[in-house]
């Protein structure tokens, strides 16, 4: 089966980052009240950035990400920001859903990711 590797993070009852099988989880949001989409969602992706790095893979390794945002509405934003940290190369472009959710107060988008590390 595998051992499963966990990274803890700083609420109770969850982790940060969860590997196994070759395959790595992680969620980040932004922890920055009063900033609007753009903002958390270079300090949410900058977030995940760091925890691949702690596992030894870049955003070139994600397959799939779910992006759960407050407002919709505000989607336009948000892929402006989504798109220049994916940048032009279509190849490393992971599968991508975005939807309406009701988030922790002061949250706008929270974004899940799976990634390969093998």
């Given at each position: 089966m595998g051992d499963i590797k966990r990274w803890q993070g700083q609420a109770k009852g969850r982790n940060r980052i969860v590997e196994h099988g070759g395959i790595v989880y992680t969620v980040a949001t932004a922890g920055a009240p009063g900033r609007n989409?753009?903002?958390q969602t270079k300090l949410a992706l900058a977030a995940i950035d760091e925890n691949l790095a702690d596992v030894?893979?870049?955003k070139t390794r994600?397959?799939?990400?779910?992006?759960f945002m407050e407002d919709?509405?505000?989607?336009?934003?948000?892929d402006e920001v989504w798109c220049d940290w994916a940048g032009?190369?279509?190849?490393?472009?992971p599968q991508r859903?975005?939807?309406g959710a009701k988030l922790a107060?002061?949250?706008l988008v929270e974004i899940v990711i799976t990634a390969a590390k093998v």
């Open positions: 989409i753009r903002e030894g893979i870049d994600i397959v799939s990400a779910q992006i919709i509405g505000q989607k336009p934003a948000m032009d190369d279509w190849h490393n472009w859903a975005c939807v107060p002061n949250t």
